[in-house]
């Protein structure tokens, strides 16, 4: 049979979750010939002073956040000679982290190699997310990191050697707020672009960086998600949009695997139990401007409840909705939730008359 199952779908406009998580761990791949293995970090302090100067600068740019660092930098190094990345993706599938990156020297192999496992990983309930050099993945899960030419006047960045910096930024970034135009104050410059090449840009799924004459920064916090359905409506190609849709599944998650799952009987009332703390959630998500006020619910779904008492051969014709939904269904908790995500204000259109 298995292990017991939560099976929670995610729509654009039905999410569930329980119990406020802080996001802001960033994954980090090495290589190299020195300090080998799993670093777990707080803050530049413990940076291995083995490792090479580019080593300690690509993990130094990952904790500089945006508008607070990120809570925890996890890296893991592998040999200098190392053929590809199995080792440091086996360590990573037992961690918990938000964005993944490679080495400063990530290639298109070893950016394709993190992008198949964060599908598989995700495919298997697992919530993680990868910043990547060039990598137009289709996916609300990879970042596709695309700007060029970056400095700080002294230093020159390639794409893959930035990773951990806009990893690091996007962890930084509160809920409640997008990373569209946070500014990356240690440079100096970029490969510049027109405004037609960064709406192109942009539209194709690309993170990029723009110079607004003062100052560099982020162009729009938008993934490399370009194919939607109408269970991921265009909402999913904003970075804000699936951090919050990955924050609540998690917390919903763990919170009925630890609270939940095999520690209450299979009753109405204890299903009730679980949407009030569902409920509550949504409460705390909405008073801290992630969820639009008064715009979540969540219930017993009933028509999913009707088909299953249907599956298992129980004629549902004469029963009220309320007999539906008090009708025991064996080991199976079958919920109907509906919220709004609140988006960040990105676009203002301004009529003046004079």
């Not at 049979?1 to 979750?17: D, K, V």
């Not at 990156?101 to 192999?109: F, I, L, Q, R, S």
């Not at 990191?145 to 509160?174: Q, V």
């Amino acid at each position: 049979m298995g292990l017991p199952n939560i099976n929670i779908t995610f729509s654009t406009a039905a999410r569930n979750s329980i119990a406020r998580s802080q996001k802001g761990v960033v994954a980090v791949i090495l290589k190299d010939s020195a300090a080998t293995g799993a670093h777990i970090l707080t803050n530049v302090s413990q940076i291995p002073t083995a490792l090479s100067a580019a080593n300690k600068t690509y993990l130094r740019q990952a904790f500089l956040g945006y508008v607070t660092p990120p809570r925890k930098v996890i890296a893991y190094v592998l040999e200098a000679d190392a053929e590809d990345y199995s080792e440091a993706l086996d360590y990573f599938a037992t961690q918990q982290f938000d964005y993944l990156v490679g080495a400063p020297d990530c290639d298109a192999t070893q950016a394709a190699e993190i992008a198949t496992w964060i599908t598989a990983q995700r495919a298997a309930g697992a919530i993680y997310k990868a910043v990547l050099p060039d990598k137009a993945a289709d996916s609300e899960a990879i970042i596709n990191f695309a700007a060029e030419g970056m400095t700080d006047g002294t230093n020159t960045y390639t794409t893959a050697a930035y990773c951990a910096r806009i990893a690091g930024l996007i962890a930084g970034t509160p809920m409640n707020i997008s990373c569209t135009y946070a500014p990356l104050p240690e440079l100096t410059d970029i490969k510049r672009l027109t405004k037609d090449e960064m709406d192109e840009a942009i539209d194709a799924g690309k993170l990029i960086l723009m110079h607004d004459g003062q100052k560099v920064k982020v162009a729009r916090g938008v993934n490399s998600l370009q194919t939607t359905s109408d269970s991921k409506g265009p909402s999913f190609k904003k970075i804000k949009i699936v951090e919050a849709v990955d924050m609540i599944r998690r917390d919903i998650t763990r919170t009925a695997q630890d609270t939940y799952i095999g520690k209450y009987a299979n009753t109405y009332d204890n299903k009730m139990v679980l949407c009030t703390a569902i409920s509550d959630y949504f409460k705390t998500l909405e008073q801290a401007g992630i969820l639009r006020s008064g715009g979540s619910s969540v219930g017993i779904d009933v028509e999913a409840q009707e088909a299953y008492l249907q599956s298992k051969g129980i004629d549902t014709s004469d029963m009220s909705e309320q007999e539906i939904k008090e009708y025991n269904t064996d080991d199976q908790v079958l919920l109907k939730a509906t919220i709004s995500i609140l988006d960040a204000i990105e676009d203002i259109a301004l009529a003046i008359t004079i």
